[in-house]
């Protein structure tokens, strides 16, 4: 057994910890606030420029954030993201239409963009029903056509829900809930929402009591799991992990979470919540594997780099253990894959145990193809080497290709080589 630092060591630790033993040290999440605070009476939201004068450092970082893009207006053209360290964060337009044609933007500067039109709907392949999608370039996943529709295709679309933006904006409200508003009256819209994006008050609560007394009333200040499964996982208080087209289902992390090793942990444990981690890895990365599992060495890809065309990835522990086995909008097609059996979404997932067995995700679905099935414990025996080894080790970059079957003969106890 590998052995893991103490935590008391860990460079940051927001929460108590229980240390039974010394691999026993898990994080327990803090009982959460009461939404809203406790003395935030009677408030509305002001937005993130509001608190920008007295938390500048919060503000700048947030920034450069997934979370601040989450949904972008355009005025007629490309939107203006703050510079990118990964991918080139701008998407472009669909095939055949303009700027002109788009009125938001959902996403765009993390992996992948889609488009609302000026009615606001959501652009759809009109056959295959699928959201018109556009990629930043983070990814290896794109497959050759970045868009799934044709060029010069008809678009279809689907009304931008509350169900939809709910997660995308801060101080989103229902359309029924509203008293039958929608956002500039856009027919498609099922709502309103306060700001655009996912901003400092969709975590602490409406901020206009605290922006005039902030030393006497006292905003949310919640680091529980649950602030966040809010938005990343599918069902509250379900802990199922949903499975469509063969990948795990996008915005699960709660959920894999529970069923990984490190099922006790909050977000924050690993994660600032201010900043971003895949813009800004070494500061958004509280604790990295490697501050725990001290020992752990790279399983015989130590300075490996990973070539396939134009996608370059310095090999770390996550390249194994955080694959892409989730697909929010684009998963890779054979000239990417190989073509024999390698899987390769667009999400990193949080299940971080490996199962070396069992070969391909499907042999770890409910009878009727839906959900993960989980153990007695709630866990899930790790994922699958169709998603680990295969992404790489499929002719299709600098990787030798390995077989299901050879990649289950060389994986097991790859640590120990
Ligand atoms: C995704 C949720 C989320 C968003 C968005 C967010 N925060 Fe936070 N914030 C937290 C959590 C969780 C904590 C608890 C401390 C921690 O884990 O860093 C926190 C802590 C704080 C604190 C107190 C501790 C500290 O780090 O100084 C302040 C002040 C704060 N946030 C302000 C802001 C401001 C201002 C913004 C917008 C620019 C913002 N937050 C956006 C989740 C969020
Ligand atoms: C006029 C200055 C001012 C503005 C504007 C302001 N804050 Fe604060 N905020 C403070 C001060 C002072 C504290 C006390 C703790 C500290 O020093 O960080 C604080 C604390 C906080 C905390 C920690 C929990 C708490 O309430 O003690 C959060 C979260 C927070 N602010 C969020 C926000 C958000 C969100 C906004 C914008 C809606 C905002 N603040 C605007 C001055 C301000
Ligand atoms: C109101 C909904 C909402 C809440 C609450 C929320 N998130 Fe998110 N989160 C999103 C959305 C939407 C995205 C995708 C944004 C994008 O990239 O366009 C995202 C993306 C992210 C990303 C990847 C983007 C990046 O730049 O690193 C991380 C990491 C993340 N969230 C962590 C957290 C953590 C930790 C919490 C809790 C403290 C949290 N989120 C709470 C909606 C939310
Ligand atoms: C329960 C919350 C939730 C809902 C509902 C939701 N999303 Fe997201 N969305 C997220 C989170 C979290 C992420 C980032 C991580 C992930 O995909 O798991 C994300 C990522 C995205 C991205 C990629 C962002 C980027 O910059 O790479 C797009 C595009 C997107 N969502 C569009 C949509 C659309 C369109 C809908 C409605 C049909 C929708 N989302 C509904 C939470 C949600
Ligand atoms: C044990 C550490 C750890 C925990 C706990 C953790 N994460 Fe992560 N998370 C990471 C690392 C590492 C990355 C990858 C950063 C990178 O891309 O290199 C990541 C990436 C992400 C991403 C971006 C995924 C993508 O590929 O687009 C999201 C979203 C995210 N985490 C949300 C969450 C949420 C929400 C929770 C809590 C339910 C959580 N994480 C808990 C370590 C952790
Ligand atoms: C905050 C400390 C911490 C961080 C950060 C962390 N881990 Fe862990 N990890 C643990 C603990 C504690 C366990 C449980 C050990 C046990 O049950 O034997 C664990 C268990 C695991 C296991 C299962 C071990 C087994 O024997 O089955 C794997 C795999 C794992 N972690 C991988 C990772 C990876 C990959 C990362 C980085 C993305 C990471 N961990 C980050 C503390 C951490
Ligand atoms: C080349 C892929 C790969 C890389 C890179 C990798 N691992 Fe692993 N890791 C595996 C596989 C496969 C297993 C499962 C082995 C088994 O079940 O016999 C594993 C197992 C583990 C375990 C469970 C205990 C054990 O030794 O079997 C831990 C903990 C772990 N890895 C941590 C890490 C950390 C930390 C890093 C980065 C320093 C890392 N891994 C890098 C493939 C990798
Ligand atoms: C992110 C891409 C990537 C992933 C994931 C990956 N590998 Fe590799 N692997 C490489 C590269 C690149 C090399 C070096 C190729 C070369 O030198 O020809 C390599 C080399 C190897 C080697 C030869 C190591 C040596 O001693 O030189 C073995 C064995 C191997 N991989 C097995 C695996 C197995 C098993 C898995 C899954 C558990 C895996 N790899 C996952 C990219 C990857």
């Given at each position: 057994m590998r052995s893991l630092r103490f935590?008391?060591?860990?460079?940051s630790c927001l929460g108590a910890f229980v240390c039974a033993t010394l691999i026993g040290c898990v994080p327990i999440d803090s009982t959460p606030d009461p939404p809203g605070g406790?003395?935030?009476?009677?408030p509305g939201y002001v937005g993130s420029a509001a608190c920008l004068a007295c938390h500048p450092g919060l503000s700048e970082s947030h920034r450069h954030h997934g979370h601040a893009q989450a949904l972008t207006a355009i005025s007629g053209k490309s939107p203006e993201f703050p510079e990118t360290m990964v991918g080139d964060g701008t998407p472009d337009p669909p095939p055949g239409l303009q700027w002109t044609d788009i009125s938001w933007l959902v996403g765009g500067y993390s992996t992948s963009a889609n488009f609302i039109d000026n009615d606001g709907f959501i652009l759809t392949d009109e056959d295959s029903g699928q959201r018109v999608a556009s990629s930043a370039g983070r990814i290896q996943a794109v497959n050759s056509t970045g868009f799934n529709v044709a060029a010069g295709s008809d678009f279809g679309g689907t009304p931008f829900a509350y169900d939809c933006f709910r997660c995308h904006a801060t101080g989103a409200e229902s359309f029924d809930d509203n008293g039958g508003r929608r956002q500039e009256n856009r027919a498609g819209i099922g709502g309103t929402w306060a700001e655009p994006g996912v901003h400092c008050e969709a975590c602490h609560g409406p901020g206009s009591a605290h922006v005039g007394s902030p030393q006497t009333v006292v905003l949310n200040v919640d680091s529980s799991v649950s602030a966040c499964a809010e938005?990343?996982?599918?069902?509250?208080?379900s802990d199922a992990i949903e499975v469509i087209d063969g990948f795990i289902a996008a915005y699960q992390q709660a959920s894999e979470l529970k069923a990984s090793p490190h099922s006790n942990f909050g977000c924050t444990v690993c994660h600032d919540p201010h900043v971003s981690s895949i813009q800004d890895r070494e500061r958004g990365i509280r604790n990295g594997c490697t501050t725990c599992h001290v020992d752990s060495n790279m399983a015989r890809h130590m300075d490996k780099v990973y070539v396939q065309g134009d996608y370059v990835e310095f090999m770390n522990c996550e390249s194994c253990h955080m694959p892409f086995a989730s697909r929010n909008n684009l998963s890779a097609d054979a000239s990417v894959t190989g073509g024999f059996g390698a899987k390769i979404g667009d999400v990193r997932t949080h299940v971080f145990k490996i199962d070396v067995e069992s070969g391909h995700l499907d042999a770890l679905l409910t009878q009727d193809g839906s959900r993960i099935a989980l153990d007695?414990?709630?866990?899930?025996s790790g994922i699958t080497l169709d998603f680990v080894c295969l992404r790489c080790h499929n002719d299709q970059g600098n990787a030798f290709r390995l077989t299901d079957e050879s990649a289950g003969g060389v994986a097991p106890g790859i640590h120990d080589f």
């Open positions: 935590l008391n060591r860990f460079k406790g003395n935030n009476t009677d938005c990343h996982a599918r069902d509250v208080g007695e414990n709630g866990r899930m």
